[in-house]
C-alpha cells in the first residue's frame, strides 16, 4: 500500500505535471529547432513569439466568451486557437518579408541572424505589452479536471490522491497529434521533403529546382502553428504573462540543444528530458520517499534538491552537461 | 591557429558557435555575364561553352579564351593538371563563374545570363564533385528530390535510374550518406538524372574511390551516354577518361592546350610526355 501511495504521490507531482510541461517545451522546442535547421540560426524571438501567439489567442478567447460562444466542458481557447495561429502566421511572414529577407539576400553570416533575431524578440516583447499589458491574465474555462484528487481517493481508498487537470490532458493530446502531423509533413510530403533537402544541402536544393524562398515561407508558417498552440497550451495550464514566456526561452533552447539542433525527434526527447528534471529536482520529494523508507529512515526535511526559484538553473546546468560532453546533443540533427 | 582577431567585428568570430548557428556550406554564387551572346553556328556541339574568359568577381582571370562543348549522344571529357582550371571550365558552363567573354550556348541558344537554376530548368543537370548527395535522406528520397522541378509521373525515370544503377535500388530505403563511396556517386548521377536532363555534367565523379569502383563508375558512364544522354565530364584520371571519351580538352592554365577524339589524345606524343606520363 506503501508503495502505491507513493507511486500515486510521485504521479501527482511530478509525472503528470511533468509531461505536460515536456510536452509544452517539446512544441516549442520543434519550432526552434526547424528555424534552425532550415533557416540557419536559433531564433531568440521564439519565446515572444509563442507570447503573441498566445495573446491573439486570449484576445479572441474573451471575444468568445463575450459572446458566449463555449464548447464546455472544454476550455474556449482551443476555438480561439486557429485565429491564433493566421494572425501568427502573418506577423512572422510579415517580420520575414521587412527584416530576414533583407539579410537573407545580403547572404549575411547565421550568426548576425542570431542578432537580428534579438532585435525581432525585443519589438515583439514590446508589441504584447502594449497590446495586453504585462500583467497575468487568465482565460482557462471549462472544466477543471478530467479527475480530481477526491474522486481518485473514493475510487481506489488510497491515503494519496491523484488528479489530472483538464488542461493536461489536452496538452498531451494536441501535442501527440501536433507531432504526428508535423512528422508525417516532413517525411512524406514533397513539399516536407524539400524542407528537409534544403536544410540537408542548400547549394545541391538549389540545383534540384528546390525554391529556398518558399521553402523559408513554409518553415514560418509552421513555426507560427507550433508557437501558438505552445504558448496557448501553456497559457492555459499556468496563465499567460508575457514575461514568462520570454524566460520559457531557456528551457526551450535547452530542449532543443540537448535533443540535438536540427533534430525534430531530439526536440521532443530534449523537452520532456529538461521538463522532468526540472520537476523532480524543485519538487520536495518527503512525502514520496516517507512512504517508501521505513519509518527510523524517513527523512526530517523536505528533501527538495532545490528551491522552485532555482528552476531555471537546473536547464541551464543540463545545457551546459551536454554541451560539454556531446555537444551535437543526443540525437544529431547534422548527421553525416 | 591564431588567436580570433578581435579588432574586425566582421569577422567570422563567433559564427562557428554550433548551438546558435549552421553553417550552410552553401557556395553556389551565379556568375555575372557581361559577354555578348550571339546565335550559334550551323553544325555546333549541342552544349558549347564558347571562348570562355572570366574569374570569380574582380580577381584575375581564371578561364583565357576557353571552349569545351559536347555533341549529342557522346562523352566529352575535360583533362589536365592540377589548378589547370578544368572545374571552373565545368563551373562557367554552368553559371557559375563571371564571364566577361564568349558566350554559353544550349542547342545554339545562348543561356549565358542565366542563372545554374534557370539551366536546371533548360535541361542541364550537373553533379558536383562534393556533397553532391542529400546525406539524411533516403536513397529513394534522393532521387525523388532530384525530380522535384517535374509535376509529372517519374516512376518510369526511377524505374530506369534503377536499372542503371541496381545497387540503388536495393539500398532504396537505406539513407544516403551510410552509403559507400562509389554508391554515393550513383546516387548523386540517379539524382540528377531523375530531371530526365537533355545534358548531363559531372565534376570528377571518380574522385576518391578505389580504381576498381573507378572501373565500374565509368562502366555506368557509359551506360548512361548510350541512353542517348550528351555527358560532359571533368576527370583526374586523365587515361581512362579518355579512352572512354568521343572528345577531349585538355586545359593547361585555363585556356586550351590540345583537343581531339580520346584516341587522338591518347596517342599524341605531346600529350602523352605531359599528361600520361609516356
Redesign the interface.
Known sequence: MDVLNALVAFSNFVLVPGIAYGSQLALGALGVTLV??IL???NFAHGDTMAFGTMVVVLVTWAFQGAGISIDPLPTALLAIPFGILVTIAMLLGTDRVVYRFYRAQKV???I??IVSMGVMFIMNGIVRLIIGPGDQRFSDGERFIMSARTFKEMTGLDEGLAIKTTQGITVITAIIVVLLLFWFLGRT?TG??M??Y????????????NPERVVMVTWIIVAALATIAGTLYGLDKSFKPFVYFQLLLPIFASA?VGG??SPLGAIAGGYLIAFAEVTITYPLKKVLGYLLPETLAPDGLVQLLSTDYKFAVSFVILLIV?LFK??GLFDG??? | MGAPDMSDPYGDRGNKDRSITKDSGAELKPGAYSGTPHEGAAGEPFLIGDAMTGGYGAGPDILHNCTVAVEKGEIAVIVGPNGAGKSTAMKAVFGMLDLHGGDVRLGGTSIAHLTPQARVSEGMAFVPQTQNIFTTMSVEENLEMGAFIRRDDFRDTMAQVYDLFPILKEKRRQKAGELSGGQRQQVAVGRALMTQPKVLMLDEPTAGVSPIVMDELFDRIIEVARTGIPILMVEQNARQALEIADKGYVLVQGANAFSGTGKELLADPEVRKSFLGG
Do not use: C, Q
Open positions: 534552425y535547421g540557419r540560426f536559433s553570416k547565421p550568426v541572424l542570431v514533397r521533403k524539400s528537409r533537402a536544410s540537408d544541402n542548400e547549394d545541391l536544393a538549389l540545383l534540384s529546382g528546390i540543444i539542433l536540427g554541451l555537444p551535437t547534422r548527421a553525416h
